[in-house]
């Protein structure tokens, strides 16, 4: 097992203005981390190769976790699929490059759980990366992350570089995206109750893509951040690894969580004209949980916290 990432490290987040950035900066801080960076876009635009190299020199951090990303629900994916593989593909090949020409002791690479094939056996294990067609929906995004979790390889074999990737489940918690047009499945669940629940007197009924029937497991955001630490700190392979709490919940019975806390009186209307996306995603993490790590937060605790953020930060 490696040694423990030194609490005095100086230690680089990308992405940490978003929801899963902040939440690894509320982890480490609360870790002891005292030496922790997290530019902002207007002081470093990572998908600039120039600007990067100019940054790492400057700063030379000696651990990455790198968590930016352009993301987005269903429709995002749909109507933006150039925007989000450009966007995805820059943003790893130029902190990638940067940390291995400044030696970087030891880079994290959060990749997505959407890398796995459409019809992938379930639950899905690292080795099935590559093993079949993608889900059409969001496939630009996750050949881009299908490429960083590969460059971690490269680097690796190349170089040397102690770079490896943690491939995500569906996460949701404080700091997420709530904007209809682009959010993932809770918080655009949570969105639409609330706005629901602020109607008037009458029929209440939120309208829902698809049919209810996939499964989708979900994590919250600083579960994920906890899992995160765990790897840095214990994790000595060099492939991949799947971040998740090894359940998941039909679409149909997370709305119905959803709606007991936002809006019980609402009706839920499945728009059965609308895409479903993958059928079911639900990761094997028998590889983190052999560190030692496991899930803290329940789902229906993770729900009621995320919506009482969503109150006092967005409603």
């Given at each position: 097992m490696?040694?423990p990432?030194?609490?005095?490290?100086?230690?680089?987040v990308?992405?940490g203005?978003?929801?899963?950035?902040?939440?690894?900066?509320?982890?480490?801080r609360?870790?002891?981390?005292?030496?922790?960076?997290?530019?902002?876009?207007?002081?470093?635009?990572l998908?600039?190769?120039?600007?990067?190299?100019a940054w790492?020199?400057?700063?030379?951090?000696?651990?990455?976790?790198?968590?930016?990303?352009?993301?987005?629900?269903?429709?995002?994916?749909?109507?933006?699929?150039?925007?989000?593989?450009y966007d995805?593909l820059?943003?790893h090949a130029?902190?990638?490059?940067?940390?291995?020409r400044?030696?970087?002791r030891r880079?994290?690479?959060?990749g997505?759980?959407?890398?796995?094939?459409?019809?992938?056996?379930?639950?899905?294990r690292?080795?099935?990366?590559?093993?079949?067609?993608?889900?059409?929906?969001?496939?630009?995004?996750?050949?881009a992350?299908?490429a960083?979790?590969k460059?971690?390889?490269a680097?690796?074999?190349?170089?040397?570089?102690?770079?490896?990737?943690?491939?995500?489940t569906?996460?949701?918690?404080p700091g997420?995206?709530?904007?209809?047009?682009?959010?993932?499945?809770?918080?655009?669940?949570?969105?639409?109750?609330?706005?629901?629940?602020?109607?008037?007197?009458?029929?209440?009924?939120?309208?829902?893509?698809?049919?209810?029937?996939?499964?989708?497991?979900?994590?919250?955001?600083?579960?994920l951040?906890?899992?995160?630490?765990?790897?840095?700190?214990?994790?000595?392979?060099?492939?991949?690894?799947n971040v998740g709490?090894?359940?998941?919940t039909?679409?149909?019975?997370?709305?119905?969580?959803?709606?007991?806390?936002?809006?019980?009186?609402?009706?839920?209307?499945?728009?059965?004209?609308?895409?479903d996306?993958?059928?079911?995603?639900?990761?094997?993490?028998?590889?983190l949980?052999?560190?030692?790590?496991?899930?803290?937060?329940?789902?229906?605790?993770?729900?009621?916290?995320?919506?009482?953020?969503f109150?006092?930060?967005?409603?």
């Open positions: 490696p040694s990432i030194p609490r005095d490290a100086k230690v680089l990308t992405g203005r978003g929801m899963v950035g902040s939440a690894l900066l509320r982890r480490f609360a870790e002891g981390f005292a030496n922790l960076l997290a530019p902002t876009r207007d002081e470093v635009d998908r600039d190769q120039a600007a990067v190299d790492f020199d400057r700063q030379r951090p000696k651990v990455v976790v790198h968590a930016a990303g352009t993301v987005g629900g269903i429709e995002a994916n749909r109507t933006r699929p150039a925007e989000f593989l995805n820059m943003l130029t902190v990638m490059r940067a940390a291995w400044t030696g970087v880079l994290l690479y959060l997505s759980s959407c890398v796995y094939p459409r019809d992938c056996p379930q639950p899905m690292e080795e099935h990366l590559l093993s079949g067609p993608l889900e059409p929906t969001n496939d630009a995004y996750a050949i992350k299908i960083g979790v460059a971690c390889d680097y690796r074999r190349q170089h040397g570089c102690d770079f490896f990737a943690a491939m995500p569906n996460l949701y918690g997420d995206n709530f904007d209809p047009q682009n959010s993932h499945v809770v918080a655009g669940m949570i969105q639409k109750f609330h706005t629901c629940r602020q109607q008037g007197s009458g029929r209440r009924s939120v309208a829902l893509w698809g049919t209810g029937a996939p499964r989708r497991e979900l994590m919250h955001v600083d579960d951040a906890d899992a995160c630490l765990t790897l840095l700190d214990r994790y000595e392979g060099a492939g991949p690894v709490v090894g359940v998941d039909a679409v149909s019975e997370l709305a119905e969580q959803v709606r007991s806390i936002v809006c019980p009186d609402a009706t839920i209307d499945y728009d059965t004209t609308k895409p996306g993958a059928p079911r995603k639900l990761l094997d993490v028998s590889r949980e052999s560190l030692g790590w496991r899930s803290r937060i329940p789902l229906a605790d993770g729900l009621r916290s995320t919506y009482e953020w109150l006092e930060n967005e409603a």
